[in-house]
């Protein structure tokens, strides 16, 4: 069986469709001209905003023109991340998926389906000719991932709803009603070329085999930062050896916790073996530490040629100290959500970008708007001392939660009529666009929901099939009792 042949139908026949139209972050092109193709093969009024946005409006249900509008949004763009050794390219080849028992997987890439999944039940609505729903808009925003551009550049007056319902969570059985803030914190280190020095010795040392995933929804796992496991070997090796740094490389994306890191350093001769050995104590300390957590992380060291140059001493030395100094992970937990991260922090990459230029990014989250700037300035200060360069991005705001909220009570008795179970109410620390349309719509009443999703972010993405259905079910039987409501 393949993906477009699951039930229901029309939601599984527009994913599959999603999964074979490319769409990374910042090139959303083929997948806006795929939607608004689908909005004049179904007749229906589509708009495009300056800032690449989509809204596509669909009439009421004859009898319902009186009952609230609905607006269901999800984000275009897909994280692109893959193994080491996939031949995959991400602007232009589809997504090559398969079934799992009860889940749907990709072979070495991320799936998309966060946030794939949410557009393809945006479109079945809109393709179906049996719902019974007031007026509906289908937002369609571009860069959530890397930066939320989609929703910060919407033109106000963009749509015009009285509900909100955001398709982007992960976990079915749960509605999200507040997210976390973020802001990204960046630093240049800038290099001088040095010649390698003679009778040095040359070995390249990866890490490997992480599980990574969400550097919000699975922060609080614990799980391993090939950045900070790297930087922690390469720090006592500096301490111990008179060690050059000729490379360094490691993860890649913002909000991905580091999956893979790699350097390339230089020792004496006769200092070769002590390396080795001071890895082979190394290892077995980080497989303790990361035991039943990360099963399979790997960390390994081969000798290389000589490379061309080396980075200067200084700079070597202050960035190994920055990226080991830096923190990774939950800072701090909510004192009024139990279970909830408040504040965390990810040390996302490092990437040399040119021929003196090295730069890091890390990521903060929280849902308490002082506390994100106070991590980010605790991260600016490292880079500060460090003799970098760090700017902050731009940033974006949390979502406060609203208990009170008249669209969560209906999806909550939606649900319960559904499936006799009461939902959990919940709020997230990852990052999603509500709190920047509360900005412009201070009126929207909002709520996030989704099928249930593991592995966002990395190539162990896969979304569980029988949660597909419950979820389309659940917004289905959302809009017909919106539709009942009057204005």
């Not at 806006?32 to 300056?50: N, P, Q, S």
């Not at 589809?94 to 949410?118: F, H, M, S």
């Not at 800038?190 to 390698?196: F, I």
């Not at 970098?388 to 609203?402: A, E, Q, R, V």
Request: hydrophobic fraction near 40%; proline fraction near 4%; include cysteine.
């Amino acid at each position: 069986m393949e993906v477009k042949d699951l039930k229901p139908e029309l939601i599984w026949k527009y994913f599959d469709a999603i999964t074979k139209v490319p769409r990374p972050s910042k090139k959303e092109e083929k997948i806006r001209e795929f939607l608004l193709g689908f909005a004049k093969e179904h007749k229906l009024d589509a708009k495009v905003d300056k800032t690449g946005n989509v809204v596509i409006t669909k009439d009421a249900t004859e009898g319902y023109e009186c009952a609230p509008t609905v607006v269901m949004q999800s984000h275009m763009d897909m994280v692109c991340e893959k193994n080491g050794g996939v031949e995959h390219d991400f602007d232009k080849d589809p997504i090559d998926t398969y079934i799992d028992g009860e889940w749907v997987k990709a072979r070495g890439t991320t799936l998309g389906a966060d946030n794939g999944i949410g557009m393809a039940a945006e479109l079945a609505v809109l393709a179906s000719d049996n719902l019974k729903h007031g007026k509906l808009q289908a937002l369609f925003t571009v860069d959530e991932e890397t930066g939320l551009t989609g929703a910060f550049g919407m033109e106000e007056g963009f749509f015009d709803g009285d509900y909100l319902l955001n398709l982007d969570s992960e976990d079915e059985a749960e509605i999200f009603i507040g997210c976390a803030g973020g802001i990204d914190t960046t630093s240049t280190f800038t290099y001088q070329r040095a010649m390698t020095p003679e009778n040095y010795f040359y070995l390249r040392i990866d890490v490997s085999n992480l599980l990574g995933g969400h550097s919000g929804g699975d922060i609080h796992l614990g799980r391993g930062n090939a950045n900070k496991i790297l930087a922690r070997f390469l720090w006592q090796c500096m301490k111990k050896y008179d060690m050059v740094l000729c490379s360094i490389d490691g993860g890649n994306l913002r909000n991905a916790i580091p999956r893979e890191a790699t350097a390339v350093i230089g020792v004496h001769q006769a200092a070769k073996e002590d390396v080795r050995a001071d890895l082979n104590h190394y290892i077995p300390v980080i497989e303790d530490e990361l035991r039943g957590i990360e099963p399979s992380v790997k960390i390994t060291m081969e000798s290389v040629d000589e490379p061309e140059f080396c980075i200067d001493h200084e700079t070597a030395w202050n960035l190994v100290n920055a990226l080991y100094a830096i923190p990774h992970g939950v800072i701090a937990m909510s004192r009024d959500i139990p279970g909830l991260v408040e504040t965390s922090t990810n040390l996302a990459s490092v990437k040399m970008k040119n021929e003196n230029e090295i730069v890091v990014a890390t990521s903060q989250r929280s849902s308490v708007e002082s506390e994100k700037y106070n991590i980010a300035h605790q991260i600016e200060s490292i880079f500060l001392l460090a003799k970098s360069k760090p700017t902050h991005g731009d940033g974006y705001p949390g979502w406060k939660p609203n208990m009170h909220s008249k669209i969560m009570e209906t999806a909550v008795a939606a649900y319960e009529e559904l499936y006799k179970v009461t939902p959990a109410i919940k709020a997230i620390h990852a990052g999603l666009e509500c709190g920047l349309f509360l900005q412009k719509y201070p009126h929207l009443d909002m709520i996030s929901f989704g099928p249930t999703l593991q592995g966002v972010h990395s190539p162990d993405e896969k979304m569980h099939i029988p949660a597909v259905e419950k979820f389309w079910n659940h917004l289905v039987r959302i809009l017909e009792k919106v539709a009942e409501e009057k204005k």
